[in-house]
Nanobody
Framework: QVQLVESGGGSVQAGGSLRLSCVASESITYRTFMGWFRQAPGKEREWVASISVVYDDPYYADAVKGRFTISQDNAKNTVYLQMNNLKPEDAAMYYC????????????????????WGKGTQVTVSS
């Protein structure tokens, strides 16, 4: 059973930065895409960013484009999410996810396309 463990969450003021990490229990090269999602209380799970494991191509939701950066370190089985200029609306539980499917830009934002999930790390942003 694949395990994903997120870390790096915390509490910051608006304008601050955090770097989230997601460590997988097996090589991420077995997967096609790695993604980050978030969920705030009372809201649906929202796609944040994904990266193609093979081509190293990043994809971002409009809400975070220009502020967040997704990256991977295959040697460490780790995916990162660098979050800069955080806003109060970025506050949520952030989840890492893996997919073994060949996703398109139209489908990679769908949580159902990801087979493995971490338990999340909390991000709080104060104004």
């Amino acid at each position: 059973q694949v395990q994903l463990v997120e870390s790096g969450g915390g509490s910051v003021q608006a304008g601050g930065s955090l770097r989230l990490s997601c460590v997988a229990s097996e090589s991420i090269t077995y997967r096609t895409f790695m993604g980050w999602f978030r969920q705030a209380p009372g809201k649906e799970r929202e796609w944040v960013a994904s990266i193609s494991v093979v081509y190293d191509d990043p994809y971002y939701a409009d809400a975070v484009k220009g502020r967040f950066t997704i990256s991977q370190d295959n040697a460490k089985n780790t995916v990162y999410l660098q979050m800069n200029n955080l806003k109060p609306e970025d506050a949520a539980m952030y989840y890492c996810a893996e997919s073994s499917k060949y996703l398109s830009p139209l489908t990679l934002a769908r949580p159902v396309e990801y087979q493995y999930w971490g338990k999340g790390t909390q991000v709080t942003v104060s104004s």
